[in-house]
């Protein structure tokens, strides 16, 4: 699902990037900070990270983003796991974060406690609201009006949900940014590329549904003439431990 940097950073990446300052300035990061990027895929967040002066380590279980991150961060603790089982002893950082990645793991409950116990406790996650995140939603619209299902992770993309996984003292926030585009064909591009469900979801349709998608997309977004901007609110949620 996860296995080009390219593809995600185009698609998803633009957004992820946006994000990453607003999610670490809401997780409180400062200088100097041992942090754990869970889930840190092309390292949208851990770019955010290093940029702020924290002393970084990224854990990601799919091995093309882990070489990835090798590559641009030649410095940093790169370990290929997911977050249910981190291999580091406890309380080896101040902080433990996972931007948009809940969702995605086998077991999130399982995740957040071991994060939280890597980090002494101090734990901060963020997701897309599906509906208030407009890439998101405008491919998922189109492919529920195409009749076809989708495997979108749905879990985790509401403030109560994170307010549960994160228990009764977190502290939930709604994060809002924006992303540009050159204009119809630079979206279509990206989401083509085929990065995640929604991407693998396009790059599994034949040549007619696709051009359907197309203009149902085009339809969807308002028929853009030129540059445009998508809007994404994520809920985070943090404790303190
Ligand atoms: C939507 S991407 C987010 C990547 C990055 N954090 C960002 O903000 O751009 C989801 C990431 O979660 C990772 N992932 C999937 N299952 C995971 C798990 N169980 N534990 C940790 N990360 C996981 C994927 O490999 C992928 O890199």
New binding site residues.
């Given amino acids: 699902m ?1 296995d080009s940097d390219a593809a995600y950073d185009s698609f ?2 633009r957004f ?1 990037r946006r ?2 300052p607003v999610f670490a300035d809401f997780a409180g990061v400062g200088a100097g900070e041992r942090v754990l ?6 390292g ?2 851990t770019e955010e990270l290093v940029r702020r002066g924290a002393q970084a380590a990224a ?4 091995p093309a ?1 882990a070489e990835s991150l090798r590559r641009r961060f030649p410095d940093l603790d790169v370990r290929e796991t ?3 089982e981190l291999p580091w002893p406890g309380d080896s950082f101040d902080v433990a974060l996972a ?3 809940v969702s ?3 077991d999130a409950e399982a ?1 957040v406690r071991e994060m939280a116990r890597v980090a002494g406790g101090r734990v901060a996650v963020c997701m897309w609201d599906m509906e208030e995140q407009q890439l998101l939603a405008s491919v998922n619209h189109v492919r529920e009006r195409m009749g076809d299902a989708g495997p979108e992770p749905r879990r985790y993309r509401t403030a109560a949900e994170l307010q549960e996984l994160l228990g009764p003292d977190a502290e939930v926030a709604a994060l809002d940014v924006v992303a540009d585009y050159e204009g119809f064909e630079d979206y279509w591009a990206s989401v083509l590329g085929g990065a ?1 469900p929604l991407g693998e979801w396009v790059a599994s349709l034949d040549d007619a549904r696709r051009e359907t998608a197309r203009t149902e997309l085009i339809r969807e977004l308002g028929d853009p003439s030129g540059p445009f901007t998508l809007s994404g609110r994520a809920w985070a949620a943090k404790i303190s431990g």
């Fill in positions: 996860w998803m990446g992820s994000l990453a990027d869970v889930g840190a895929g092309t949208a967040l854990a990601e279980p799919a983003f997911g977050a249910e931007q948009l990645v995605f793991m086998n995740g995640g």
